[in-house]
Nanobody, 126 residues
Framework: QVQLVESGGGLVQAGGSLRLSCAPR????????MGWFRQAPGKEREFVAA????????YYADSVKGRFTISRDAAKNTIYLQMNSLKPEDTAIYYC???????????????????WGQGTQVTVSS
């Protein structure tokens, strides 16, 4: 069982930046593909970004390309989502997810990921 813990959410004005973090609780290392998803009120959970197990490949939803950057720090056993130029439509709960089977052809799929964090709220005011 993998427990993922997100942090870094908060309230920010439009045009501002936030950095989200996600780390597995209690594990010293992991080599999973990792993803970030988000869910706004009344909407389905949607893919935001993913990084493969080695950090060599990243993937983004069209809505965040050029504004968000996903990365991983193996030494700190943490992945990050740097969010710049935030818009009110980015407001959502952001979830970190882990895919131990490393299915890089299916990174945007909800069912690809076996483990999920509890989520962190991001609110962007206009």
């Amino acid at each position: 069982q993998v427990q993922l813990v997100e942090s870094g959410g908060g309230l920010v004005q439009a045009g501002g930046s936030l950095r989200l973090s996600c780390a597995p609780r209690g594990r010293t290392s992991y080599n999973f593909n990792m993803g970030w998803f988000r869910q706004a009120p009344g909407k389905e959970r949607e893919f935001v970004a993913a990084v493969n197990w080695s950090g060599s490949s990243t993937y983004y939803a069209d809505s965040v390309k050029g504004r968000f950057t996903i990365s991983r720090d193996a030494a700190k056993n943490t992945i990050y989502l740097q969010m710049n130029s935030l818009k009110p439509e980015d407001t959502a709960i952001y979830y970190c997810a882990a895919d131990p089977r490393r299915r890089s052809t299916e990174v945007a799929g909800l069912n690809t990921y076996d483990y999920w964090g509890q989520g962190t709220q991001v609110t962007v005011s206009s």
